[in-house]
């Protein structure tokens, strides 16, 4: 009985020392991560000397499944092999692109705060077929959709050769008959290299190791825009085949492949659909049309219903933030696209939203904005939270309410064994998803799930998220409560 009654009263002391103890949710913790900006390190001018690879089967627009190895030579000329796949899982290649070139970084991007413009030249671009099938898909396309002088780029009927390549651009003969494949290296034209610590993942080592990413353009979601596009976001990023992140077995299969044998990525389980639980960004994410955001859902599937905390920011490390928008609805069940292999397609129905302005740019705009169309006229301030509900949105914001989104969303395990959810790319020109022909045929940066259903903590993370400041300006997390500490000690002398 001794024992129990110490064991109270360090309780009691331990509740009322200061500073008080401290607890986290996992939710908020990784939110915090991202506003400290993760100690992310990005040099302007970048360094690209070396190879880059995907650490994965990636996913484009349309859509295309590929792989990337691209090496970048300390004269500015390249190097760069993209490997195309039927499947999602980058296991069935069908041909192989070699692409050489020459790129000169120029000055910091004026649109795209953090990156870099860059101006490329193509010399040649060669394609190798992987099966007779890929021959001939590929051949019909250029053939009925390229210039005069690609007509006869194979004539129907040419049988397979394993290895041969073939020359689809020269910029010596002037011949490029790329444009029917949606081909172009646009993503060169906008370029940043990020540079972080991992910490080693093994118990018995310490410290951590460097890994270096490399974020090249994004691609347009339409692909009747893509050949003129020219890049304000980025694509999911190359790691360096130095310094990438561990464990990561495509990265070696990827950087020891060529035209001749493309990178077949081992097989991977596919988790089955589980949206329940809180899922939330790893990364500050930059959306084409120079917006620099984190996001954190919430999905109830006992009822269907979701909530979402889109935290807006000014600068390409997350760290100044702009407005934070709060939306809920409900979400349809789940059905396997037909469109995109390993996807499953939902609707979500957006009836509600609440938006918290975070800079004084941004309570000036939604002042002037119209009366009526976006909540109370005029009424606007800085980190207080207003509804948008009752005006059916808010026009300056592009918010519009009710409506429905057609989405696509993949779930998968990452090499740590974590569950990753991927949502469907926004569409590039702004515009919202809002009919079943404009769902997404790919996926933005993926979110990681920080708990699971039983395990939601939403009113941990206000709409500002940046918790009450201590004497020193510094966020101070919530206390335990005492009467919490109490109960335990409580329980305690129950049991004994």
């Known amino acids: 009985m001794l024992r129990c009654w110490w064991l109270a009263g360090l309780l009691l002391a331990c509740a009322a020392a200061e500073p008080p103890l401290r607890w986290e949710p996992r939710c908020r913790q990784q939110l915090r991560h991202l506003q400290d900006g993760a100690r992310i390190a990005a040099r302007l001018p970048p360094r690209l000397e070396g190879r880059w690879v995907s650490t994965g089967c990636e996913v484009r627009p349309g859509p295309e499944f590929l792989t990337r190895s691209y090496l970048f030579y300390a004269n500015r000329l390249f190097k760069a092999y993209q490997f195309y796949y039927w499947d999602p899982s980058c296991q069935e290649p069908s041909y192989s692109l070699v692409i050489k070139g020459k790129l000169r970084l120029r000055q910091a991007s004026w649109i795209t705060r953090g990156a870099t413009e860059a101006d490329y030249h193509l010399h040649k671009v060669g394609i190798v077929f992987h099966?007779?099938?890929?021959?001939?898909?590929?051949?019909?396309?250029?053939?009925?959709?390229?210039?005069?002088?690609?007509?006869?780029?194979?004539?129907?009927?040419?049988?397979?050769?394993?290895?041969?390549?073939?020359?689809?651009?020269?910029?010596?003969?002037?011949?490029?008959?790329?444009?029917?494949?949606?081909?172009?290296?646009?993503?060169?034209?906008?370029?940043?290299?990020?540079?972080?610590?991992?910490?080693?993942?093994?118990?018995?080592?310490?410290?951590?190791?460097?890994?270096?990413?490399?974020?090249?353009?994004?691609?347009?979601?339409?692909?009747?825009?893509?050949?003129?596009?020219?890049?304000?976001?980025?694509?999911?990023?190359?790691?360096?085949?130095?310094?990438?992140?561990?464990?990561?077995?495509?990265?070696?299969?990827?950087?020891?492949?060529?035209?001749?044998?493309p990178p077949i990525l081992p097989a991977r389980a596919e988790p089955p659909m589980q949206l329940s639980g809180s899922w939330v960004s790893t990364h500050c994410e930059v959306r084409p049309a120079v917006l620099f955001l984190t996001r954190y859902f919430i999905f109830h599937g006992n009822n269907h219903t979701w909530e979402g905390y889109y935290y807006h920011y000014s600068d390409p490390l997350c760290k100044q933030p702009t407005f934070t928008i709060y939306a809920s609805g409900r979400y349809t069940q789940g059905v396997p696209s037909s469109k995109v292999r390993g996807?499953?397609?939902?609707?979500?129905?957006?009836?509600?939203?609440?938006?918290?302005?975070?800079?004084?740019?941004?309570?000036?705009?939604?002042?002037?904005?119209?009366?009526?169309?976006c909540g109370l006229t005029n009424s606007w301030s800085a980190g207080v939270e207003q509804d948008i509900t009752p005006t059916n949105g808010c026009l300056a914001l592009g918010i519009k309410l009710p409506h429905t989104e057609y989405e696509l969303f993949k779930t998968e395990h990452d090499m740590r064994d974590r569950s990753l959810l991927y949502v469907g790319e926004r569409p590039t020109d702004g515009s919202s998803p809002d009919r079943p022909d404009k769902r997404p045929t790919s996926y933005q940066a993926p979110l990681i799930q920080c708990a699971g259903a039983p395990e939601e903590f939403s009113n941990y993370v206000s709409l500002k998220y940046l918790g009450e400041e201590d004497a020193n300006g510094s966020e101070a997390l919530k206390p335990l409560p005492v009467a919490f500490l109490l109960f335990i000690a409580l329980q305690f002398l129950r049991w004994d």
């Not at 972080?196 to 090249?216: C, D, W």
């Not at 694509?235 to 035209?259: F, K, L, N």
């Not at 499953?344 to 009526?372: I, Y």
Request: charged residues 20%.
């Open 343 to 373: 996807g499953t397609e939902l609707a979500f129905k957006v009836t509600q939203a609440r938006v918290t302005p975070m800079d004084q740019l941004t309570v000036m705009m939604l002042n002037s904005s119209e009366p009526g169309s």
């Open 131 to 261: 099966s007779q099938k890929a021959m001939r898909e590929v051949a019909s396309w250029i053939n009925q959709t390229s210039s005069e002088g690609c007509s006869g780029f194979l004539p129907p009927g040419r049988t397979w050769a394993p290895g041969a390549l073939y020359e689809l651009l020269s910029a010596k003969s002037e011949r490029d008959c790329t444009a029917a494949l949606g081909f172009a290296m646009h993503e060169l034209s906008l370029v940043r290299v990020e540079k972080h610590y991992q910490p080693l993942l093994e118990p018995q080592q310490s410290g951590s190791q460097l890994v270096e990413e490399l974020y090249l353009g994004d691609i347009h979601t339409d692909w009747l825009e893509r050949l003129h596009y020219r890049p304000t976001g980025y694509q999911r990023p190359m790691q360096s085949a130095v310094h990438h992140v561990h464990p990561c077995p495509a990265c070696g299969i990827i950087y020891r492949a060529d035209e001749h044998h």
